[in-house]
């Protein structure tokens, strides 16, 4: 492909480079008074650095909010700089000397991507370009047509240019792109035509077929993960995070446990699974009531918000009819202080009007204080209730785990007489030919013990941590969710106050204006 070079000193993009695109691409009838109080980066969605001789991408960081952005037709070498641009939609970065594709992670909302007439070699590094429609390549690299099934993903790509790579020499690349990617309306500048779309699924229908099993396959995969990420946010939630996978972290990961294995396995296989199904019972209940509780906690949590929501909006109610009444009268009373010549008129009606402030000052602080007791009566019965449904959760989980440890306690003692049982007949000369590794450790009763309850303690320990996890975690979050409930209130209750007050010094204020320009 060519390669693009001019006898201008190669340019780094600077701030001054940006200010002066961003000048030159105004609107004319507001380009004078733009240059004069300069234009605001956050206010920049264009910038157009085509034939700017730009050999680095850099110092646009500031212009988070670009949508379209031209650098074509410079000299620039590598991609980057740019993946911080996430409300990027539309990028032009043609005729350039990139080799490779980088530096996109995180845009996800690029829709349009132009690396034609470059020097890339092959197409990956847009993962994360999940909205991609259009996408042109040609007059690239790439050697092999192979390398388009890497496009398949993309299932909003619609457009593309591939013209001008070496693999366009394969009479069937064509055929091979409509084959693989089903989706596409627009090849190589012509919209694809039925009849080029039934040529390419009949030439590749075993490839098709073998791509649709691994479609689905991938998509099993997916939903797999969406499910068990979904799973775990929730067991997160409740403070229960992996608790289904405890019993096989608990051998999978004991060392101690593998080493020994070997001196007895079918015995220790059984044994394992007969410690496994009484496990994972008390697992199943355990998990059964967490999740009940998390939900009534989370119910609780609600409930509690709409009632002092349903309490704020009523007091609301009244004081806004309150307010507008108040409004009303003060209007009608001020009209006669600015307009009356009367000395006793205008007297009385400044002094009803003093009382009306005042008797509304009064109505309002008493509906917030009737606010605030009502406010205290409902968390006290939601703290209550909330600390009750967290006491049950962690008395429960105190109680399912000493179980666990108890069916812990009789399979390590099972375990260490099969293990010792061994050990007698090994001494005896009563064993098969072992291995060297497990000479090692029966040729010392010693080692022996100390790998047999280091496994043991191993085993404890994660149940100790699971346990720890679940009862620590349900306290801070009852401390966590009864604190912000109070620190809500209070905010409420503060920014009240001082509405309350800003409102009634307006008044006064209004008040005394119109006194000074009575008579």
């Known amino acids: 492909m060519s390669t693009n070079y001019n006898n201008t000193e190669p340019t ?30 956050s206010e920049v969605t ?19 909010n670009i949508t379209r952005l031209q650098l074509d037709n410079n000299i620039i070498e590598k991609i980057e700089n740019i993946n911080f641009l996430k409300n990027l939609q ?29 020097r890339i070699s092959k197409i990956d590094s847009l993962d994360d370009l999940v909205n991609l429609q259009v996408f042109s390549i040609g007059n690239n690299n790439i050697p092999v047509m192979e390398n388009l099934a890497y496009l398949i993903k993309f299932e909003n790509l619609r ?52 791509l649709e099993e691994e479609e689905k396959v991938a998509a099993a995969k997916k939903e797999d993960q969406r499910k068990r990420a979904e799973l775990d946010a929730l067991h997160g939630k409740a403070h229960i995070l992996h608790v289904d996978v405890l019993f096989d972290t608990m051998f999978g990961e004991d060392h101690d446990f593998q ?27 355990l998990k059964h009531f967490v999740l009940r509780k998390s939900q009534d906690k989370a119910e609780e949590i609600a409930q509690v918000r709409k009632c002092i929501s349903d309490v704020k909006g009523a007091s609301d109610a009244q004081c806004l009819e309150k307010l507008e009444a108040f409004q009303h009268k003060k209007k009608e009373l001020i009209k006669v202080v600015q307009n009356s010549r009367n000395a006793k008129e205008v007297d009385e009606a400044l002094k009803v009007l003093h009382e009306e402030t005042q008797s509304l000052s009064d109505f309002l602080m008493s509906a917030e204080m009737v606010i605030v007791e009502q406010f205290e009566e409902v968390v006290k019965e939601f703290e209550r209730n909330y600390t009750e449904m967290c006491t049950a959760i962690n008395e429960t989980g105190q109680t399912s785990f000493a179980r666990l440890r108890e069916l812990e306690n009789e399979h390590q003692e099972k375990f260490a007489e099969a293990i010792l049982a061994m050990y007698e007949r090994f001494n005896k000369g009563d064993m098969d030919e072992v291995d060297d590794e497990i000479r090692d450790i029966m040729t010392d009763k010693d080692v022996l013990m100390n790998a047999i309850n280091a496994s043991h303690d191993f085993r404890l320990g994660k149940l100790d941590h699971q346990e720890d996890a679940l009862v620590s975690g349900v306290v801070h979050d009852q401390e966590q969710v009864i604190k912000k409930i109070h620190d809500d209130e209070i905010r409420r209750n503060r920014d009240r106050i001082s509405e309350i007050i800003a409102f009634l010094d307006k008044c006064n204020q209004e008040i005394d204006n119109a006194e000074e320009n009575a008579y």
């Open 46 to 64: 264009t910038l157009r650095l085509d034939y700017k001789n730009i050999l680095k991408i850099d110092n646009l960081w500031v212009y988070e």
């Open 159 to 210: 457009v593309l240019n591939v013209a001008g790579n070496p693999f366009c020499k394969n009479p069937n690349y064509k055929y091979y792109c409509l084959a693989h990617l089903k989706r596409l309306k627009y090849l190589d500048y012509r919209l694809v035509d039925d009849e080029s779309t039934k040529i390419s699924h009949e030439k590749y229908i075993d490839s098709i077929i073998s």
């Open 90 to 118: 539309w990028l032009d970065l043609s005729f350039n000397n990139i080799s490779q594709i980088e530096g996109l992670d995180g845009l996800s909302k690029l829709t349009d991507l132009t690396l034609y007439n470059n």
């Open 259 to 285: 080493k020994l294995v070997p001196i007895a396995p079918s015995i220790i296989y059984e044994m394992r699974e007969e410690y496994r199904a009484k496990f994972d019972i008390v697992i199943k209940e």
């Open 12 to 41: 780094v993009i600077d701030e001054e480079l940006v200010r002066k695109a961003i000048n030159e691409q105004l609107n004319p009838e507001i380009a004078e008074l733009a240059r004069k109080e300069g234009v605001e980066a």
